[in-house]
């Protein structure tokens, strides 16, 4: 039935593989459900967050799974939910009671629109639209951006007010452990042992207890220091939807109608590319990208994000897209939407076992997402260096800004905005498609708005 449902034969892949696959995902991501209700519970109850996050996550990735077959995993996007609370609801808002309910009511119609997106095909004529090295600068700059954020999740990489970033200290048990991690994962990858980034998660969470238990891994909570023991003290608490499912307000929204949009396009343009650059660095490595560079059932996997936006902003999470850390199961060898299934139903399993993936820290999940940026990272042998300076240009920014400006949507724009200019100060403008045209006109209003909103 897997076979038939998912045609693993054709995608020269296995059961066993695929479930590998799907549990590396979720271990790869299963830190935002504690960071999201972390972050979001600073304006509405965490509890509810959980659950919202936890639910509307396995519904997404169960859509990306049946509907698109494709080893993408979805869940509430990180900065997006810090748009959400510090931006929206403590910033431009502050002042409104219970100022998440407009931000979820944004949410909901930022997930309608990107349905009917879905279904006129737009950002599917984006994805394929883009310049073929300008993709490949984009998995580049994708591999980049996870190995940092694995990197600064460790405490491998620290800031510093002198030089910006630095190296974090080796007396940290989170840096050492985390580069045994890595090592751990390099070595079991060369001797192609199946399996091998979830063994290095899990050998790593196991150093980690031995390091606490024998003192030298110290829980301080007041640092955000925690054991990395489960405990289930607490219980399971469902009550806490109650109060985020369905907490809309369209009175304000039809009172407010231009600082409504505002708000909605915010969400709009960091989730649509955001989105369309997560696909497009995964596809690339699952080996998804025809001979054309297209994704083919692209519209299905976008439908599958509008739908995870619409269904999280009804249960109560901010907006849902497609997470880059799905890459880390592509490494282990997931092609299909059993992949997906897979951790949609780890999704579920976590309500109830929430103590256990709520226990594994960053620093565990670090060496999956350093070595699987190394794996994106490869994408920088397909760019042509010496070939048209406008395509050679674009996929440098775009390699370069994602990292740098900690944002995937940020390096496809500088990607973007290059590639158009290069072109058009070059005397090859016609090269220049009309979808193209479109992204850098929504690049440029971007770019205004941002200058408006900072004076």
Known sequence: MLEKMFKLKEHGTDVKTEVIAGITTFLAMAYILAVNPNILGNVMNPNGVFLATA??????????????NYPIALSAGMGL????????????????????????????????????????????AIINGIPQNLKFGITTGIGLFIALIGLVGAGIVISDPSTTIALGSFSSPT???????????????????????????????????????????QVDVEAGVYSVFPSF?????????????????????????????????????????????????????????????????????FMADAIGTTVGACLGTSTVTSFVESSAGVA????????????????????????????????????????????MFSSAAKIKFDGDIADTASAYMAALM???????????MFGVITWVLAKAFTGKAKDVNLIMWVVFVLFILRIIALVTNFQ
């Open 55 to 68: 639910i509307a996550s396995a519904i997404a990735t169960f859509v990306m799974a049946f509907l698109a």
């Open 81 to 124: 939910n810090a748009y959400f609370a510090f931006t929206v609801c403590l910033g431009e808002l502050s002042e409104v009671p219970n100022a998440f309910t407009i931000a979820l009511t944004a949410v909901l119609v930022e997930g309608i629109i990107f349905i009917v997106i879905s279904v006129f095909k737009f950002r599917e």
């Open 175 to 217: 840096v050492v452990l985390a580069l045994i991690g890595f090592i751990i994962i390099v070595v079991l990858s060369h001797y192609n042992i199946k399996g091998s980034v979830l063994i290095g998660i899990i050998a790593t969470w196991i150093l980690g207890m031995i390091a606490e238990a024998i003192g030298w891994y």
């Open 233 to 301: 003290a607490g219980g399971l608490n469902l009550g806490g939807l109650g109060e985020t499912a369905f907490k809309f307000n369209f009175a304000w929204v039809g009172s407010h109608i231009i600082q409504f949009i505002a708000i909605v396009f915010s969400f709009l343009f960091v989730d649509l590319f955001d989105t369309v650059g997560t696909v497009v660095g995964v596809a690339d490595k699952a080996g998804l990208l025809d001979e054309k560079g297209e994704l083919p059932r692209a519209g299905k996997v």
């Open 332 to 375: 282990e060898g997931g092609k299909t939407g059993l992949t997906a299934f897979t951790t949609g139903l780890l999704f579920l399993i976590s309500i109830v076992l929430s103590p256990i993936f709520l226990a594994i820290p960053s620093f565990a999940t670090a060496p999956a997402l350093v070595y699987v940026g190394m794996l």
């Open 402 to 412: 994602m990292p740098l400006t900690y944002s995937i949507a940020n390096g496809i």
